[in-house]
């Protein structure tokens, strides 16, 4: 990890020679500069957390996935035709969410602390490297994996559906959509977990990190509720927290794409923008947090 650092920290070669031409770069193009190192240092650490999760043997249970997905739909053979390629769609979307999750919420959690506990953090922050640009990297490590594991997931559902095809079902590339909605809410549920471990221990951050799981789901049922209560603050505790929590309802499109249907652009457009909102406000806090927090 500190050699990947030290070499994504190096600075940009300039030749010798001409103080000319080194004055005008350096004038002109020093923010790109410091933009292009800092980007290769996120993009290190990104690279080591992929490494270190995959030798967490994190990636091995697609191997597991794939295969009961395709014992699945042979013992489904024996079902209706109307019933089969949906029980496939139902399955395979609900086993990627929540494996997704488990991954987000198990590993999230600990992308900060064992940096910590290994007493590696203190050799990666005595090079140039930022403690938001260390978070951000570790970020977009675990969604580069998570992505990884939604890719192959989704072409297990898809084999699986392609061997039970029947000429009167959707097309395959029809459950895709579904796919990167759960994509995105993983990645919302990513920069969750890593919130909560830039403060908190790893037990209470996924705990907490599930809880918002969960209540994510019923986010609607929130302001419902807040709605009906009879006393003032109460309707204000309950409205806050359906605006500060992430509606992950948006993202629950399992039910209609197991019976064929696909998210309109709006609802797709709309809801991978306010995920790339929720995941900024996330790692901001995240950053903000970290910068205050004390390691001795």
């Known amino acids: 990890m500190a050699k990947e650092i030290k070499e994504a920290t190096q600075e940009f070669p300039l030749t010798k020679g001409n103080h000319n031409q080194r004055a005008a770069i350096h004038a002109t193009d020093s923010h790109a500069l410091r933009r292009g190192t800092m980007l290769r240092r996120i993009a290190a650490i990104a690279r080591n957390a992929f490494r270190e999760a995959v030798r967490d043997r994190v990636l091995y249970n697609l191997v597991l996935f794939v295969l009961l ?114 994509y995105a809410e993983l990645m919302i549920l990513t920069a969750v977990a890593l919130l909560f471990s830039s403060f908190s221990s790893p037990a209470l951050s996924a705990l907490l990190t599930f809880f918002i799981f969960i209540i994510g789901h019923f986010s609607a049922d929130l302001k419902t509720f ?60 995240a950053t903000l947090i970290f910068n205050r927090r004390n390691f001795k």
């Not at 197991?258 to 996330?282: E, K, M, N, R």
């Open 226 to 285: 807040a709605a009906s209560m009879g006393t003032t603050s109460a309707r204000y505790l309950f409205g806050a927290l359906f605006y500060l929590l992430p509606n992950l309802a948006n993202y629950s499109y399992i039910t209609p794409a197991a019976h064929g249907q696909t998210p309109p652009l709006a609802l797709l457009f709309a809801s991978l923008g306010y995920a790339i909102v929720y995941i900024a406000v996330l790692l901001a806090a």
């Open 69 to 182: 997905l395709i014992v699945g739909a042979i013992f489904l053979g024996e079902l209706s035709d109307d019933q089969q390629s949906k029980i496939i769609k139902d399955m395979g979307l609900s086993a990627m969410l929540l494996f997704g999750a488990f991954i987000s919420i198990f590993v999230g959690v600990s992308l900060v602390y064992k940096e910590i506990e290994r007493r590696t953090i203190y050799a990666i922050f005595s090079k140039p490297v930022g403690r938001g640009e260390f978070l951000v990297g570790k970020y977009f490590g675990l969604c580069l994996t998570l992505l990884v594991n939604v890719i192959v997931m989704g072409i297990g559902v898809s084999l699986a559906l392609l061997f039970v095809k029947r000429p009167l079902d959707p097309p395959i590339i029809n459950i895709w959509p579904a796919i990167l909605l759960i």
